[in-house]
Nanobody, 127 residues
Framework: QYKLVESGGGLVQPGGSLRLSCAASGFSLDDWAIGWFRQAPGKEREGILCIGSSGDSTNYADFVKGRFTVSRDNAKNTVYLQMNSLKPEDTAVYYC????????????????????WGQGTQVTVSS
């Protein structure tokens, strides 16, 4: 059974950084693209970034530029989301997702909707 588990969330002050992890079990991430998403209270889930099996990444949102990056460590079967210069509006539950049919990042993050999702990790940016 495919399973993804996010971790690394927490409370951080504005301007701070966090690194989220997405660990896979039951399958190897090597050949899969992994998408990162977030959902703030009262808002729809939105795509953030994707990293393909080749290591190429795709941005799905303007707010990512210059602040968020994605990386993968296949030896640890884990994908990371590094978030810098965090703002209060980044407060949300962050999720990772994977779909065995997706090995390269799709142009539309909604392509992940039928895949496997983690339970999410809460990120709160507040002073």
């Amino acid at each position: 059974q495919y399973k993804l588990v996010e971790s690394g969330g927490g409370l951080v002050q504005p301007g701070g950084s966090l690194r989220l992890s997405c660990a896979a079990s039951g399958f190897s991430l090597d050949d899969w693209a992994i998408g990162w998403f977030r959902q703030a209270p009262g808002k729809e889930r939105e795509g953030i970034l994707c990293i393909g099996s080749s290591g190429d990444s795709t941005n799905y949102a303007d707010f990512v530029k210059g602040r968020f990056t994605v990386s993968r460590d296949n030896a640890k079967n884990t994908v990371y989301l590094q978030m810098n210069s965090l703002k209060p509006e980044d407060t949300a539950v962050y999720y990772c997702a994977a779909d065995p049919r997706i090995f390269a990042c799709p142009d539309d993050s909604r392509d992940f909707r039928s895949g496997s999702w983690g339970q999410g990790t809460q990120v709160t940016v507040s002073s």
